[in-house]
């Protein structure tokens, strides 16, 4: 089958290459899954690359998330033939077909296409898990977004609107604040790059943001402790911007605001019920075209 196989790392993905690789072997237990769609993540990349938390052995297939059709399975387990599933397992899905253990595996809702469910895990697990599990994001908050043109950053704003929320779409590119308001329809858009704080205080009429979403990091994340109102949170998804910042710890003493680290993936893990109930909650808002 065809695969995007990473045989080395490297910071150019010249370590990838579309390549013939063999059928997966389905083990006892496992499903295989013909793979219909997959979505690309910063993970993704990050994995490419060797910074990402899970480091793979080489060689390995790329792609975290997959939807697609189950092919074979064990008869008394969850899945049968035809079934239409989504999901995924850090690695694997940038393939034609996958072999997955069950849990990592859930059925695609009625109404929701292929490309649409291969969507959804990832980017908008993330988004839920920080904005309404850690965040607990209320009708009529203020929301700030960073990187609100990439995949989780669309998602975020997708759901603080969903949810009632008045959200501020940020981009550090002039080009995209355009394609911004189009993609997401925000209450504002923020061109993030140097001062930004008197921004987001005439936007939000010097109330400033009950909760600021940032995968970006560096400069993004120093500039963002100023944009927290008093009392909200700064959510911490990623680095992006490629530095990891620092921070004195008088800022958040002194204006009483909460930096909470979010990693979606783990919080599942360690709190499953929870973690279920984020999924069928994101699958619900998505078939009913929310």
């Known amino acids: 089958m065809k695969a995007l196989l990473v045989h080395r790392l490297s910071p150019d993905l010249s370590g990838v290459e579309l390549a013939e690789v063999a ?61 239409r599933v989504m999901g995924g397992n850090k690695t694997g899905a940038f393939a034609e077909y996958a072999s997955l253990p069950p849990t990592a595996l859930r059925p695609i809702p009625d109404g929701l296409d292929f490309v649409t469910a291969a969507a959804l895990g990832a980017a908008y697990g993330t988004a839920w898990t920080a904005l309404v599990e850690q965040g607990g994001l209320k009708a009529g908050q203020w929301v700030l977004v960073h990187g609100a043109s990439g995949g989780v950053g669309l998602a975020a704003c997708d759901l603080a609107k969903a949810l009632g929320a008045k959200v501020i779409a940020a981009s550090g590119s002039p080009e995209k604040l355009g394609a911004l308001a189009a993609a997401c329809q925000p209450d504002a858009v923020l061109l993030a790059q140097g001062r930004f704080r008197e921004a987001v205080a005439e936007i939000t009429g010097g109330e400033l943001c009950d909760l600021v979403f940032d995968p970006v990091g560096g400069d993004i994340f120093d500039e963002s402790t100023r944009c927290v109102a008093f009392g909200g949170k700064l959510l911490v998804i990623g680095f992006a911007g490629g530095r990891i910042a620092e921070i004195s710890t008088n800022i958040p003493l002194i204006k009483g605001f909460a930096i909470v680290g979010v990693r979606a993936g783990e919080y599942a893990r360690r709190f499953p019920e929870r973690g279920q109930a984020i999924r069928e909650a994101v699958n619900a808002m998505a078939a009913a075209g929310r």
Not at 29 to 36: A, M, P, Y
Not at 70 to 82: E, K, N, S, T
Request: net charge negative.
């Open 23 to 83: 059928m997966p072997e389905r083990r006892a237990g496992e499903v295989l899954v013909r793979i219909r769609a997959a979505s690309l993540n910063f993970p993704d990349l990050l994995m490419t690359r060797g910074l990402y938390q899970a480091k793979p052995e080489l060689p390995f297939v790329a792609g975290l998330e997959l939807a697609g059709e189950v092919i074979a399975a064990d008869p008394d387990g969850p899945f049968r033939p035809l079934d």
